[in-house]
């Protein structure tokens, strides 16, 4: 099961592209109407872009639609090229199809029979034979189909490929696009975009995956989504976006908790050194995953060790904001903005100066999705500070890192959706975002301290504190693995076999001298520490592994209360559990 944590809420606008499909989409029998055209101009002078989509060729589609100027882009021949109607310039997005298939299927009699700069069209039932030739020559072709329409392209090019090479030339994120269609060519093309809709007379199987189908046809439908995203920004869509959720962790009953929006803002807070990093590690890791561009400002340097995203700043050369400006232009780039080569007392200035940047491209872009704020009580500290007057009514997409909730600045805090409590003593983390947000606290008792969990309450939320075990960021899982199983821990985070008498001092220094010493040391020195429970608690408090130390714990257990603990089976047993997730394949 999912369970979502934030739901959306207004914020401007979110959609700066539309993606349209011409055949029965946008166009009916061919022509589009003047009610259609009217909608898309009015589009565009909100300043969205419009991207037309469709399987036409280019010279076909410039005879019937002469309008081609209200387009961005156009992406022809389903996928495989690239049109610039301001300039005029043409891209080919995958290699042409060979000569030699031509020419079969001309000798094999395929009528109609039309060829592009890519594209091979035909009709069925021709597609028969030109299966065949696909398969009698060995090529690596695709056929696709458009209701009667057959097109041959080269495997892997599609709508999604084509529509995707148009935003990334636009540099707008594929989050912050729609797209509309009718056929079954389409399903690519709405896969690709953040919102996929159906107009009413496409397909079944079209319908019954898109976000949302039109109540009317063709270019009324398109005419009915474009007055939508006018009014709202299709808010009423973007609640029920069948999307991949951003995992956050699971709950004691094995639901998937996950963050559903990058329209909301929540604070993680609590002690340091009590996980809000891992926490938020994971969460990072995930969102860049999804293609949400993340800005992560980072006072102590804290965060530049992370693989796969960029670092700007180090302790000898601070951030430039054009830098930033430079990299964030680009969608597929997220950003990590090291403060720490500016003196602390400049770092809140850099942020105030920094935040009017930020804003500008979100309203012009709708990114970067999230802006998260490490030590968010330096950078908006609740007493004084610039950032604090530049800080919208409505802060979205924002994430706060704190270890003092009542230090952040109160316009900041009150934007908050809800608050993820890190570490001992959550209820009280709790009841402090509640003082300063100024809201009835939800909780008057301790609440349970269980490694490796978090308390995730939300203002507008039906129930209380919800206890979630933090999924972990892949890249530290193996930092971790690397660390443990073939790091070099210190005498005081060692295990010791050293027997029932003491008379042994045999250190392992990492799990997989763990394994060697385990599979040769006496049965009696191996029993000793199996009873004491030896095993387990080094585990958890040295490895820090406490789904390694569970396991292990319950052989420890179940070996000694039922009298079977048998050197042999229990030792086995735990260097399987060891093997299993640290030195077995990744």
Request: proline share 6%.
């Amino acid at each position: 099961m999912e369970s979502p944590l934030f739901s959306r809420h207004p914020n401007g606008m979110h959609y700066f592209a539309l993606a349209c499909d011409f055949d029965q989409t946008l166009a009916d029998m061919g022509s589009v109407a003047a009610s259609t055209l009217g909608a898309l101009e009015r589009l565009l002078a909100s300043g969205r872009k419009l991207i037309l989509v469709t399987g036409r060729e280019l010279d076909d589609l410039r005879q019937i639609f002469p309008q081609l100027s209200l387009f961005e882009r156009v992406v022809a021949e389903n996928g495989a090229l690239l049109f610039r109607p301001q300039t005029g310039e043409m891209k080919l997005l995958a290699e042409p199809t060979p000569q030699l298939f031509i020419d079969t299927l001309h000798q094999r009699g395929v009528s109609p029979l039309s060829i592009g700069s890519v594209i091979v069209a035909s009709e069925q039932p021709e597609d028969t034979k030109i299966l065949a030739a696909i398969r009698d020559l060995g090529l690596e072709l695709q056929v696709i189909y458009n209701k009667r329409a057959v097109m041959v392209l080269p495997s892997g090019v599609n709508k999604s490929t084509g529509v995707l090479a148009a935003l990334s030339e636009m540099c707008i994120s594929h989050h912050n696009a729609v797209a509309i269609g009718d056929a079954e060519n389409d399903h690519a093309l709405l896969s690709a975009c953040e919102c996929g809709i159906a107009v009413s007379n496409a397909i079944q199987t079209l319908r019954e995956r898109a976000d949302l189908t039109t109540s009317a046809p063709n270019g009324k439908g398109v005419k009915e989504v474009i007055d939508r995203l006018l009014l709202d920004d299709l808010q009423g869509v973007r609640n029920r976006l069948r999307r991949q959720p951003i995992l956050l962790g699971t709950a004691a009953d094995g639901t998937k908790v996950s963050i559903d929006s990058c329209d909301d803002s929540f604070v993680i807070a609590g002690p340091s050194s009590s996980g809000k990093s891992t926490a938020m590690i994971g969460l990072l890791e995930r969102l860049t995953q999804a293609d949400f561009q993340v800005c992560l400002i980072d006072p102590e340097g804290d965060y530049s060790h992370l693989e796969d995203i960029v670092t700007l700043g180090s302790s000898q050369r601070p951030p430039n904001i054009t830098e930033i400006s430079q990299i964030l232009h680009n969608p597929k780039s997220s950003l990590i903005v090291n403060l720490v080569g500016l003196p602390l007392a400049d770092r809140p200035l850099f942020f105030a100066a920094l935040l009017p940047k930020l804003q500008e491209l979100r309203a012009k872009t709708g990114r970067p999705h999230w802006i998260i704020l490490d030590e968010a009580h330096h950078l908006l500290p609740r007493e004084r500070g610039q950032a604090g007057t530049l800080i919208p009514q409505n802060l979205t997409g924002v994430i706060l890192i704190t270890v003092h909730v009542e230090a952040v600045h109160e316009a900041a805090l009150k934007s908050m959706t809800g608050i993820i409590a890190v570490g001992a003593d959550p209820e009280e983390t709790i009841r402090q975002f509640s003082r300063a947000v100024g809201v009835p606290p939800p909780v008057y008792s301790p609440l349970p301290d269980r490694p490796g969990e978090v308390f995730v309450w939300l203002i507008d939320g039906l129930r209380g504190p919800m206890a979630v075990r933090v999924q972990p960021a892949s890249s530290e899982v193996r930092r971790h693995r690397r660390k443990y199983a073939e790091g070099k821990l210190g005498p005081d985070r060692s295990f010791f076999f050293r027997g029932p008498a003491g008379k042994l001092n045999l250190r392992a220094h990492n799990l997989n001298m763990f394994i060697q010493i385990a599979d040769g040391v006496d049965d009696e020195t191996w029993l000793h520490h199996l009873r004491r429970g030896d095993y387990s608690q080094w585990m958890r408090e040295a490895i820090k592994d406490e789904a390694l130390a569970t396991e292990v714990h319950e052989i420890e257990k179940n070996g000694h209360e039922s009298g079977k603990d048998s050197p042999q089976k229990t030792r086995a047993a735990v260097i399987e559990a060891i093997n299993r997730r640290y030195t077995g394949s990744e």
